[in-house]
């Protein structure tokens, strides 16, 4: 009976701290990527400053903004983590739709290009003056030198001008910057499968719908095992 008691009791603190977190901001999971240093963006910074004519909102190292294509959902558009004794940089997936990126003033031994894969709408980047810019210098339409940074301005477009890749795409699909250096090939219209050979609407009813079907049997399943289990301690 104790058992079943602490599971219900935790079972109920889990739901309060949801709740809690889905009407308030929850700085324990919120946006880490935010608190990865110490500090606070400053207004005189480049991303302090891009974050002032965007109309944008500082957020520890972040500038947010609300997304209108999301029902007002803020996302980050500029990260600054300069100076920030940074040796290394695995991971900033949470900052994928930012506009501009400050890495400069950091220890950094090397960056990994597939860092910045899926960062779309990256347009800025200024980084210590002996790493190069994402996807090699030459992915960038103008990399420039100044005050002991690199400055990594305006990605060039993997794709050409009508959206198909010439070689690397297969056929019935197009091709969509990716980040720096990185382009995606996505089904056309009409077109979806291995290699966009199949012709027609996705069946998604036919290969979702057993899978939701099967997911809440065995969901139901475990519930009434862990159930008996809980009643019998």
């Given at each position: 009976?104790?058992a079943?008691r602490?599971?219900?009791d935790?079972a ?10 889905f ?26 400053h ?12 972040c ?12 996302r ?15 991971d ?10 400050d ?9 990994s ?26 992915s960038?339409?103008?990399?420039e ?5 690199r400055?990594?301005e ?5 794709c050409?001008q ?14 969509t ?11 056309a ?19 979702f ?21 809980a009643?019998?301690l």
């Open positions: 009976m104790k079943g602490s599971q219900l935790t109920v603190l889990v739901l309060i701290i949801s709740h809690l977190c009407y308030a901001p929850c700085e324990l999971t919120r946006l880490p990527v935010c608190k990865l240093c110490s500090g606070s963006v400053l207004n005189e910074t480049a991303v302090g891009f974050c002032f004519v965007s109309n944008g909102r500082l957020e520890g190292r500038c947010l903004k609300n997304d209108s294509n999301s029902n007002g959902t803020e980050i558009i500029g990260l600054d983590l300069s100076n920030c004794s940074l040796k290394q940089v695995d900033l997936h949470e900052a994928a739709t930012a506009y501009m990126i890495l400069s003033l950091n220890p950094l031994v090397n960056l290009d597939s860092v910045f894969e899926g960062f779309s709408d990256l347009n800025y980047m200024i980084l210590p003056i002996d790493i190069f810019c994402p996807g090699g210098n030459q960038w339409s103008k990399v030198l100044r005050e002991g940074s400055l990594c305006d990605p060039k477009n993997m050409n009508t959206g198909q890749l010439v070689i690397d795409c297969p056929e019935n699909s197009l091709c910057p990716y980040g720096p250096g990185f382009f995606e090939c996505n089904c219209d009409n077109y979806y499968g291995y290699k966009c050979l199949r012709e027609g609407e996705f069946p998604a009813l036919q290969v719908g057993p899978l939701g079907a099967s997911t809440v049997v065995l969901s139901f399943l475990l519930w009434v095992t862990q159930r008996r289990k009643k019998a």
